[in-house]
C-alpha cells in the first residue's frame, strides 16, 4: 500500500514536471519564433506586409493567444503610432491590448496643410478621445491656413506663404476656403483641449498653428476669428479650456503654445496650478499680435525655468533683470523671434539693455540664445544684437529686405567665440553681392572668425565660387552643414579662364576636400526655403531639448 502511494507520487511529480516542461519548451518555441517573425516584420517596408509577418509571430506559436496582455502590450509596443492603429482593426484582442495607455504616453500629430482638412477631424476626435485623459506627451501642428493662393495639396512646410493677388478678396472660392479653415480650425482646438483639460499627468504640451497669414489687409490675426459664426463663443470657450486645464495640472513641464489664434491670452497664465508652476522647465509663448503674454508676476513663479522662447518685443528689461535673479534656477536656452512686420503695433520699446544682458550672463552662465528675424531692416538689427548676447545660432530671413555687409561684419565680429549656426536666406528673384568686391566677403570673414561654426545655410545672396572653396577650406569638417543653392553660386569669368573644364565639377570638388567629404549645391530652393514660423517652431524645440 506504501508502496503503490510512491508510485502514484512520483506519477503526478513526473506528469507534473513533464507539464511544466511541456510549457516552458512552448514559451521557448514562441519567443523563437517571435523574435524570428519581429525581424522579418522590422525588414518589411510596407504596412500591410509588416503586420502580416507580426500576425505570423504572434498566432503561429504554441500558446500565443494565451499570453498575458503585459507581454502582448509590449510586444506591440515596437509598432509607431500608425501600425497600431492599422493593427486594432485584426482582431477584438489586438484591439483591447493596442489601445492600453501604456502604448499611448506620446502622440505627435500634424493636422492640415493640404487637401480636405476636415476629414481629418474625426481621426483627431478618435485619438483624443481615446487618450486625451492620460497622454503625457502631447504635440500637435494644426495648419488650418497654409496660404491664401497656395495649392490645395501642397506641403504646409516647403511652401512660404505670399501676398494673393489683386481681386482675392471678391474670390468667392477663396473667401469660402478660408472660412471653412478657420471653422474646423476652432473645432479641432476645441476637441484638443475638451480632451486634456482634466489630465493632471500632462508633461509637455507642444502647439503649433500656422495661421500667420499675410493678406493685402496685413496679417491675419484673431480679430478674423470673430467673422466666423459663433466665433466668439467658440473663443471663449477655447480660452476657458484651456485655463482650466493650466489649473488642472499637477506635473507640466513642457509648456510651447506658438501661432495659436484666440488660444492664449495675457491672462492665461494665472491659471497655472503652483505644482505646475515649479516643474516647469520650458516655456514658449509667440504670437504675432497680441501683446506681452507673461508679466513679470507670472515669471516670478516660475522659478525652475531653463528655456523660454518669446518675441523679441516681448522680453523686456524688466523680465531680463527677473532671470537674473541669482535666487532662480539659471536659465539655459533663450529663443527670441523679430518680426518686422509686427513692430508698427509691438515695437522694441522697453527692451533689455547691454546692462542688463551682462546681469543675466553673470548669473546664467550657460546661456545660449538662438534669434530668428524674420523681414527686419539692418537698422533694427544692429538694435538688437547687443555686444553681450551669448548668441549661438541666427536666423536672417526677408522677402525683400537686404542684410547689409555691416550687419554681417558686426556679426562676425561681435559673436566670434559662440556663433555655431548661421542662415541667412532672402526669398526674391534678385540675388544681391554682399561682398564690396569679389575679395572681400563679409560670409568668408565670417567662417573665419567664427570657429565654432557649424551650420552655415545661405540662399537669396550671390555666393562667389572661390569664396565657397575658402569657407570650407577655412572651416574644413567642423563645418557640418553647408548648404548653399545653386542659384545663389556665381562664377567669376577670370578665374574661369584659368581653370580647364566644367567650373560647377570644380566647385563641388574643391569644396568636398576642403569639407573632406562629398558636397553638392542645393538644386531645389524650396529645400532650402522653408515656412519660417513653422521652422522657428521645430528649431526651439531641438534648441531646448539641448540644454
Known sequence: MVQSNSIEGKRRKNCLFSTRRGRVDGTRRWCRQFSHGLKQFQSCSGVESRLSKLAMALCGGVGAMALPSELIVHIFSFLSDRDKLRASSVCSRWR????????????????????SISDETPRLEFLMRRFGSFVRELQLELAPVEGYLSPLNSDASTVRTEPPPRGADNDPQLSGRWRDAMITYLNQVLCVFTSIKNNRNLQMLRLYGDTCVLQQEGLLDSSNLHQIEQGDKKINEIQQLFMEFLSNNRQLRWLSCSFMLGLVTPSSLTCLSNPSAETLQHLSLLDHQLGPLISPSELGRLSNLKSLALDFSDFTSELCGLLASPRRTPLHRL????????????????????????????????????????EV????????????????????????????????????????????????????????????????????????????????????????????????????????????????IDFDPDQSMCMEGDPVHN??????????????????????????????????HAFSMGM
Open 335 to 374: 529663443s527670441l523671434l523679430l518680426n518686422g512686420a509686427a513692430l508698427e503695433f509691438k515695437p522694441l520699446d522697453g527692451i533689455a539693455t547691454e546692462d542688463d544682458w551682462k546681469a543675466m550672463v553673470r548669473v546664467s552662465t550657460n546661456l545660449r540664445v538662438y534669434i530668428m528675424a524674420l
Open 507 to 540: 566647385l563641388v570638388k574643391e569644396v568636398s576636400l576642403g569639407l573632406g567629404r562629398v558636397w553638392h549645391p542645393c538644386l531645389d530652393a524650396n529645400l532650402v526655403l522653408s515656412e519660417p514660423t513653422q521652422h522657428f517652431h521645430q528649431e526651439v
Open 96 to 115: 483591447e491590448c493596442l489601445f492600453y495607455p501604456a502604448l499611448w504616453t506620446e502622440l505627435k500629430l500634424r493636422i492640415g496643410g493640404g487637401g
Open 377 to 488: 531692416v539692418s537698422s533694427e538689427l544692429l538694435r538688437i544684437l547687443k555686444p553681450s548676447l551669448p548668441l549661438e545660432r541666427l536666423h536672417l530671413d526677408s522677402y525683400s529686405t537686404v542684410v547689409t555687409d555691416a550687419t554681417l561684419e558686426l556679426i562676425s565680429q561681435q559673436y566670434n567665440k559662440t556663433l555655431t549656426h548661421f542662415l541667412l536666406l532672402r526669398d526674391d528673384p534678385d540675388f544681391p553681392d554682399l561682398s564690396i568686391n569679389r575679395n572681400e566677403d563679409p560670409l568668408v570673414l565670417l567662417a573665419w572668425r567664427c570657429t565654432r561654426l557649424a551650420v552655415l545655410v545661405l540662399h537669396g545672396y550671390t555666393v562667389w565660387s572661390h569664396n565657397l572653396v575658402a569657407i570650407s577650406r577655412l572651416r574644413g569638417s567642423s563645418l557640418k552643414i553647408l548648404t548653399v543653392s545653386e542659384e545663389s
